[in-house]
């Protein structure tokens, strides 16, 4: 976020420096508006919120996600009955990695002329790594997302505690992998990451298997919305929008919340999804079919014209 | 060598073809390397010495040739040409975009090698060329022509192309390096004017260093040579062509000096400690660097500089030493960022018994007063200065190839369609206009994943039929019923790649298993063809 002073041009500053001629009252008071014009910049600054669209987050965390904050997003864990060498963290990551990137582009429509940094390990296995063409298609500009490929976590973890100490970043993301199960150092990094965002006032993102949240601002899981069942496998029109079931399981200032949702890459927000509603979409007669196209064309702000059946 | 022009200009510069410059005259040598940058390419690319390459910069729409290779000129190619028609001619030939930084770079290289003869050495701007100032500093060297014999030796030794001329003026040593049929022996130009003009004479009038405008006015009048130009009236030329050519004209002559910008390299700004007792452990390593650091900036404070490079050494008491090197991408000498750039320096510093002196040294050293300091600093600016010292930095503490940024590539294939490219040797670190078009709608109707695997994980398939999406996968011994599927979207390989018989044509499918992720898989091989197919798993969707 942008600091009151850095709000101010170099001339203003400098004016405000220098002791005024005339009566001492007068320049007392001076000084003292200045000094709280400051300060009331610096709080809207620092309280400043990025809205989620959804109501119901919304209004669970007060206005939305505070920048100079630390959000923990991660997969839901493992249910019971799954063999604990599931597949499911790989499977799903690409949900995960989609909502972050829907938040990071909320964020960078923000600050188009800021880079991103994300921390990452240099071969993500399984999990695969980031793909410029997927970045596109959420609406993200590939050369804005500058990578530090780190393959040892706490040396990525510590790139990401180095980026996020720098004013002038639109955001930072940081994949943490394992080390989460290592307690002491997941809380010693928890306070040192909280105290570098409120220093420079960057959003800071954590990308990874559940964790403890104790010490971030909010928590997250996120898993892929499934789709009620349905008598074709091969289906042209279906939606594949990404859509995704999360819920903002803790909010240090606010409550939980959960709901199902979907990102709409023309308006870029996310959109509430009904659970009830079969998303195999048929396009109407004298319009494209991609949903895309015809949101697009009836306005970002306006619901796609297509009909659910 | 020793080129007599005596005998291509006449009897009436014979006298001073060979005659040493008088005391008054200057002496400056014109090295043109016309095969630079092609050379370098071939260099650094590891291609054989007489593979036919191009360079070309994109102009009008279109990639133009803007220099070519000795073997690729004998083949036909030119600059200028477009290089769809350069493949035509010349199909083993090898083209790449042309890099004029680091050709730049290069130049300067050799300008700084040069200074061993002169410390008065230029860069010709507008070429690939340099210009050294011998007056005054030849004769310690044997002579003007001893240099030129000395310097084209060592360059051609060094595998490069040149031609070299000595005269009297910069715009004759530069006409007669371009453009005499002997430059590539060295060309040692009379003092006299009315020698020289005749020198001249015979060359084409471009090697007066015209615009593309004056040039063609001239070749439309019939005036192809300089000394058809010496013959016309000055005022017949004042009325056509812009000052700059009668300008130039009198420079040739040395009617009218021409101001030359010499290279300046500015010593390295250094501090030194000696110590008495050996220094070891980390905190003494950490207090060192501190100090040293902070008597650095000290000093480039005092002097209004700022640095680009920064070399922290040290020797140990067995004699031995070794050396760690930073660099920014924008100079500085502010404290705190030295010492953040630094941080992990006394870590790295394997002290083995104990140091015996360290030091630590500037580089690439300019002045404090910057246009931007002239101008003013937006705020914009400064938040791009701040995010530039934090790739420097990162790059510093994890390794300049940890930090990368994502390059579009042109092909079809999905893991070819980026590249991830270190930042560096980056001059634009953060450039938020890289070539990425966002995708239009249409291309929507195709999505792609945001995780993609390299190398793709070989999957089973259960299909109904054999060109059918798969109704079950299995995964490292889990299976996944599938949902729903979309595709078949077909890939084929790139026909105009060597090796395209080893890849296959893909079908790509987007597939939801029934615990909702969505997968990007594929068919390699076509059933329809009889070819013996595989399924992979590529990707995951948002």
Not at chain 1, 195 to 201: D, H, I, K, V
Request: proline residues 7%.
């Amino acid at each position: 976020m942008e600091s009151a002073i850095t709000q101010m041009s170099p001339h203003h500053i400098l004016q405000d420096s220098l002791p005024q001629e005339g009566d001492k009252t007068i320049y007392r008071k001076d000084r003292f508006a200045a000094l709280k014009h400051r300060i009331t910049a610096a709080e809207q600054g620092q309280t400043a919120r990025l809205s989620c669209d959804i109501p119901a987050f919304d209004s669970a965390l007060g206005g939305g996600l505070g920048f100079g904050r630390v959000h923990l997003v991660s997969h839901t864990a493992i249910p019971q009955g799954k063999p604990a060498d599931s597949l499911l963290p790989s499977m799903i990551n690409g949900a995960v990695s989609g909502f972050v990137l829907a938040l990071l582009r909320k964020v960078m429509m923000l600050y188009p002329d800021r880079p991103v940094i994300w921390c990452a390990p240099p071969h993500a296995g399984m999990t695969g790594s980031l793909s410029a063409e997927g970045l596109r298609q959420i609406g993200i500009n590939p050369a804005q997302l500058i990578f530090v490929h780190e393959s040892h976590p706490a040396r990525c973890m510590s790139a990401f505690e180095e980026a996020l100490q720098t004013d002038g970043l639109a955001a930072v993301v940081g994949e943490y992998g394992m080390l989460s199960r290592q307690s002491d150092l997941w809380q010693r990094w928890a306070r040192r990451t909280r105290r570098a965002a409120r220093m420079s006032g960057t959003i800071g993102m954590l990308l990874g298997p559940p964790a403890p949240v104790c010490g971030f601002e909010t928590g997250w899981h996120i898993s892929p919305y499934a789709a009620p069942l349905c008598t074709r496998t091969v289906v042209e029109n279906y939606d594949w929008r990404p859509s995704w079931q999360a819920s903002l399981h803790y909010a240090k200032s606010g409550r939980p919340a959960s709901a199902a949702i979907k990102w709409d890459w023309v308006s870029a927000r996310f959109l509430p999804l009904e659970r009830s509603v079969n998303r195999l979409v048929q396009p109407p007669v004298g319009q494209l079919s991609d949903p895309q196209i015809n949101s697009q064309a009836n306005g970002p702000s306006q619901q796609p014209a297509y009909t659910i059946r | 060598m020793d080129v007599s022009l005596h005998d291509r200009i006449g009897a009436s510069s014979s006298v001073d073809a060979g005659a040493k410059p008088a005391s008054t005259a200057r002496e400056i040598l014109c090295v043109f390397l016309p095969f630079l940058p092609t050379t370098r390419l071939i260099r650094q690319q590891g291609w054989p010495a007489d593979t036919p390459v191009g360079l070309y910069h994109h102009t009008q729409q279109t990639d133009r040739l803007l220099f070519v290779s000795q073997t690729a000129q004998r083949a036909g190619l030119y600059p200028g040409l477009s290089v769809a028609d350069a493949r035509t001619y010349c199909i083993s030939a090898q083209f790449h975009a042309v890099e004029l930084d680091k050709d730049r770079a290069c130049l300067l290289a050799l300008a700084y090698w040069c200074r061993r003869y002169t410390p008065l050495v230029g860069i010709d701007e507008t070429g690939c060329g340099l210009w050294l100032d011998l007056t005054g500093a030849s004769h310690l060297f044997g002579g003007y022509d001893a240099v030129q014999t000395d310097i084209i030796t060592k360059l051609s030794d060094a595998g490069l192309d040149v031609c070299s001329a000595i005269a009297p003026t910069y715009g004759a040593a530069w006409a007669l390096a371009h453009y005499h049929d002997a430059a590539s022996s060295g060309v040692i130009a009379p003092i006299r004017r009315a020698a020289l003009s005749d020198c001249l004479s015979l060359l084409p009038v471009a090697a007066l260093r015209l615009s593309a405008a004056d040039e063609a006015i001239l070749i439309q009048t019939g005036l192809r040579q300089i000394g058809d130009v010496f013959a016309m009236r000055r005022a017949a030329l004042s009325m056509r062509l812009t000052a700059d050519f009668l300008l130039q004209l009198d420079q040739l002559l040395g009617d009218v000096a021409e101001p030359l910008q010499p290279v300046i390299e500015r010593q390295p700004v250094y501090v030194v400690q000696h110590w008495v007792e050996p220094l070891a452990g980390l905190e003494g390593l950490t207090q060192m660097v501190a100090d040293l650091l902070a008597e650095l900036s000290d000093k480039l404070m005092k002097k209004e500089q700022v640095a680009r490079w920064f070399e922290i050494g040290w020797q140990r008491v067995d004699g031995s030493c070794a050396r760690l090197h930073y660099h920014l991408s924008r100079p500085s000498n502010e404290l705190a960022l030295l010492m953040r750039l630094c941080a992990d320096a006394a870590e790295k510093i394997d002290a083995e018994f104990g140091l015996s002196c360290s030091w630590v040294q500037a580089y690439g050293l300019t002045d404090t007063v910057s246009v931007t300091a002239l101008l003013g600093t937006d705020t914009q600016t400064a938040r791009a200065e701040k995010a530039d010292q934090l790739l420097d930095i990162l790059a510093a503490k994890f390794g300049p190839d940890k930090v990368q940024r994502l390059v579009p590539q042109d092909s079809w294939q999905a893991e070819q369609r980026e590249q991830r490219t270190t930042l560096a040797q980056a001059v634009d670190k953060y450039s938020p206009h890289l070539d990425w078009q966002m995708p239009s709608p249409a291309q929507m109707l195709a999505p792609r994943p945001v995780r993609l695997l390299d190398p793709p994980e070989p999957i089973q398939a259960m299909a109904l039929l054999p060109d059918n999406p798969p109704v079950m996968i299995r995964w490292r011994h889990h299976s996944w019923k599938v949902m729903r599927a979309t595709g078949p979207e077909r890939i084929g390989p790139s026909w105009w790649q060597i090796d395209r018989q080893k890849t296959r044509s893909r079908d790509y499918y987007r597939i939801e298993t029934n615990e909702g992720a969505r997968l990007w898989i594929y068919r390699e091989g076509l059933p329809e063809r009889g070819e013996e197919s595989a399924w992979y798993l590529h990707g995951f969707f948002a």
